[in-house]
């Protein structure tokens, strides 16, 4: 009985989490990590859901953030990059095969990464841009939070922030770029389809 009213909460929770638009999961799991310390300037951080990925003191990992989200909430944009393996700093996480890195600030403005479509250029995309959108100058990159106000979450040296980065007034007169989740060409992901093989999974647990 315990085991059925378990089966039934998560499929209850999976059939919810679907319904949900990916940029609002986006921005949902970004404001859920404002002040986290992890991806801050100053430490390591190895992806929560990557284990390949570790990414090193004092490297920006700004990039590393939006990848984490975005995985969060069920799609990958991959791992099109690796370290320089030949670098001293690099060689032990390449010896442990952790040399893999996500789409970086300036894939992200040359229009490089997957699912994602281009919403617009500086004030013609600001217009525009919704909650869950991801703005970049290719220098540094963040997840759009309130569109009225002009804010995106983002990492700071120390911690994630909620800040004005790409709405500043001092930065009008740079190039930035604003993405959104292309729904209708990511209907099917690897996500989606783990997704429907897990329900068909439970289901088939309740029949038995």
Known sequence: MLLKLLIHFTLFECFIFSLIPVPILIYENAKANIKDKSWALRVER????NKKIIVLKNEEKGNLFVYEIILAAGYNIGTPNSVDCDKEEYKEIC?????RRPPSCKDWFDEKVPGFSLVGMNDEGRKICKTGDIITNGKHIGVVSN?????????????????DFGF????????FKIFRYNETENRKTSSGKFLTASIAFLFLIMII
């Open 46 to 49: 190895q992806a929560k859901r």
């Open 95 to 99: 010896a442990q095969g952790n040399e």
């Open 147 to 163: 569109t009225k106000n002009g804010y995106s979450i983002n990492t700071g040296e120390d911690e994630v922030i909620e800040n």
């Open 168 to 175: 500043k007034k001092d930065e009008l007169f740079e190039n």
